[in-house]
């Protein structure tokens, strides 16, 4: 069984940075994939980036070129680099992992951003 533990959300102004890290542990199964998606008050959850085992990456239209994910398989933890932020990407931002048996979500970091 996979645990998602996430960190590094809060409150940032418009233009600044921020990084996420979700951390998966206690888990015997394989993940293959990991990514981040983001819901805001009243709109639909969306995917924000993902990553591969392999590293191929892929990347919401509205975040290409200000944010930038990763992975380090030894931690097993992804990361997701987030620079020059608008107040359009204030949302609850959600770690994602895919495995054999299903998909796991972590709990959810809200992220800021004011203008």
């Known amino acids: 069984q996979v645990q998602l533990v996430e960190s590094g959300g809060g409150l940032v102004q418009a233009g600044g940075s921020l990084r996420l890290s979700c951390a998966a542990s206690a888990s015997i199964f394989s993940i293959n994939d990991m990514g981040w998606y983001r819901q805001a008050p009243g709109k639909q959850r969306e995917l924000v980036a993902a990553?591969?085992?392999?590293?191929?990456?892929k990347y919401a239209d509205f975040v290409k070129g200000r944010f930038t994910i990763s992975r380090d398989n030894a931690k097993n933890t992804v990361y997701l680099q987030m620079n020059s932020l608008k107040p359009e990407d204030t949302a609850v931002y959600y770690c994602?992992?895919?495995?054999?048996?299903?998909?796991?979500w972590g709990q959810g970091t809200q992220v800021t951003v004011s203008s």
């Open positions: 994602n992992a895919q495995t054999l048996v299903g998909g796991f």
């Open positions: 990553i591969s085992t392999g590293g191929s990456t």
